[in-house]
């Protein structure tokens, strides 16, 4: 049943009051940025926590950076783990070592450099947490090496998409949604990001999360991020590609093939919805992510949160991670 206004306004009162509500989050303080290389990339990231402790890797998606989980690390750290926040290609001090290059952006490439992150950096087995472009990476790592992510808690849910067949037309409002999508798929959309990606960027960030008060200093924080110089690049084949309208990496044909029968994740999870997503509020029925994760370990509808959920509610990410791993 579609939501009146008036219903969404009275949710999005609720949510506010919960957020409200919430004790204040701990925050580490913000280390500096290390540098591991890959076959591909240079990768940024940041660390938490003892060396030697199991290692826990929280992926952001679009269009944030490792910010917004800068609430989740404190009471995984007490526990004992190491955490790992990488800066995805495209975002941050992470470069391509080849100048040359073509700078793509498919599903299964921000996967694969999930792997080749672990791997350079000696780890075998590993957990992992992510929302929008970072749950997919690790959604698509857990079906390709179910051996290497052993727990994962995945906001928003099974979020692998079909790269191989054209999508027909959705109802009006879903397609509202997604004019980001489209505006990227444009000329204009390239110039337009070029020229304001801040202000295209702020505007996603209230729009997708209307219950949340974001601040000129929260946005401060990130900004930096999307100066990257492969940002727009990067930006616009993933959503170029995801829509059939531009071509994915030779090496990864198959892969995409094989991702886009949408695999089942067979990896303990914990899906975490937000109540309060601008992309409309998660439904209650969990026969959906029950079909797509066959080792569902809970699902949650999370309170206060929009779709940056980490940053909204980072106490639900790290429960969460500690009860798989406990």
């Known amino acids: 049943m579609t939501s009146t206004r008036r219903d969404f306004i009275k949710t999005a009162g609720m949510a506010v009051a919960t957020a ?36 826990i890797i929280l992926v952001h998606g679009f269009p944030y950076d490792v910010r917004s989980f800068d609430g989740v690390p404190p009471s995984l750290v007490d526990a004992g783990y190491r ?34 992150f672990a791997d350079a950096l000696g780890i075998d087995r590993f957990a992992a947490a992510g929302f929008d472009w970072g749950n997919r990476a690790i959604c698509i790592a857990a079906i390709l090496n179910p051996d290497r992510v052993t727990a994962q808690v995945a906001c928003g849910g099974y979020s692998v998409q079909d790269t191989i067949t054209p999508g027909g037309p959705a109802p009006a409002r879903f397609e509202a949604l997604l004019w980001y999508q489209w505006y990227l798929n444009t000329e204009r959309g390239i110039r337009g990001l070029t020229e304001n990606r801040h202000d295209i960027i702020r505007y996603l960030w209230d729009t997708w999360s209307p219950a949340w008060n974001y601040s000129d200093e929260d946005y401060a924080r990130s900004a930096p991020s999307f100066d990257n110089p492969d940002f727009v690049d990067i930006c616009v084949h993933s959503y170029r590609h995801r829509h059939v309208n531009a071509p994915g990496e030779q090496r990864f044909l198959e892969v995409e093939r094989r991702l886009a029968e949408r695999p089942r994740i067979t990896t303990p999870a914990i899906v975490l919805r937000a109540a309060q997503s601008g992309f409309g509020p998660p439904s209650a029925d969990p026969s959906g992510d029950q079909a797509r994760f066959s080792n569902l370990r809970g699902r949650r509808i999370v ?19 500690l009860e798989l791993l406990a």
């Open 20 to 55: 409200k509500s919430l004790k204040p989050r701990m925050v580490m303080a913000q280390p500096s940025v290390k540098i591991v290389q890959t076959d591909v990339l240079e990768i940024a990231y940041e660390e938490h926590g003892p060396s030697d402790g199991f290692p």
């Open 83 to 116: 955490v790992l926040l990488p800066y995805i290609r495209g975002y941050g001090q992470t470069r391509f070592l080849d100048l040359a290059a073509p700078r793509m952006a498919e599903q299964a490439a921000i996967a694969q450099d999930l792997i080749d």
């Open 303 to 321: 309170e206060g949160a929009g779709h940056d959920l980490p940053a909204h509610r980072p106490d639900a990410v790290a429960d969460a991670l």
